[in-house]
């Protein structure tokens, strides 16, 4: 099993930028691939960002590629969410999201723990 706990979100004006983290523990972390999901209020969660095992591959929403950038310390078991010119519509409780295999997908059902999510908010 696998905790995952998200923090950094928090309220920033519209270009601004925000970090993501989520600290990982229990089993071990490079045995996952890790992504990055988000739910605006009312709405489906949605795929954000994905990284390997390794941290080598990685691959984005087309909504947030070119902005924001998908990273993991395995040695710290934290992946993160560089998230760079942000706009209202990234506003939205995001999650942290691990699936036992190398490489997780762009489905939610995909993957075998979530974290508890952080929530970001853009004011324009």
């Known amino acids: 099993q696998v905790q995952l706990v998200e923090s950094g979100g928090g309220l920033v004006q519209a270009g601004d930028s925000l970090r993501l983290s989520c600290a990982a523990s229990g089993d071990t972390f490079s045995n996952y691939g890790m992504a990055w999901f988000r739910q605006p209020i009312g709405k489906e969660r949605e795929f954000v960002a994905a990284?390997?095992?390794?941290?080598?591959?990685?691959y984005y929403a087309d909504s947030v590629k070119g902005r924001f950038t998908i990273s993991r310390d395995n040695a710290k078991n934290t992946v993160y969410l560089q998230m760079n010119n942000l706009k209202p519509a990234d506003m939205a409780v995001y999650y942290c999201a691990a699936f036992n295999g190398p490489v997780g997908g762009r489905r939610s059902n995909e993957y075998d723990y979530w974290g508890q999510g952080t929530q970001v908010t853009v004011s324009s």
């Open positions: 990284v390997n095992w390794s941290g080598a591959g990685t």
